[in-house]
């Protein structure tokens, strides 16, 4: 009987080990790999300075789910860091939230899988007033 118990112990000590083992960081390019497909990285946004004393408060979807939102002063740059996974292909949106109202659709644009280097994208509204700079890196496939 006492030889069982020993074994049990083991066996839990060495599934313990084998559990904190198994859930350890992974860089973006690891988690891609493994789940296929890719990892959105958004990184960091811009405002321009239009010159308006208004608070932009943009919001970024990825395919059609909001990832990030926050008040964002004219002029400013805003840390994101927010890792994404897609597969293929992702449709980017960044609306501008208006208290009230419908948000406004800025740009629409279309990343699809493969290692890129950190890009930014400028994001010009259909009005002069909405302009961003939106930085960005894709992992994996």
Known sequence: MERKQSLEFSYACLFSVGHEQLF??????ASAAIKGGAVLQVIKIKCQDTGERKVNQPCLFVNGMEVWSEKVMPGKEV????????MSAATIQLYDKDCGSND?????????EGASAEIEKPIIGNESKKKCL???RVFGS
């Not at 350890?24 to 390019?29: A, G, K, R």
């Not at 840390?79 to 897609?86: E, G, L, M, T």
């Not at 406004?104 to 699809?112: A, G, R, T, V």
Request: net charge negative; charged share 25%.
């Open 79 to 86: 840390q994101i860091d927010k890792f994404i996974n897609f």
């Open 134 to 136: 939106l930085s960005y």
């Open 104 to 112: 406004d659709l800025i740009d629409s644009f279309l990343i699809s």
């Open 24 to 29: 350890s960081e992974l860089t973006p390019e």
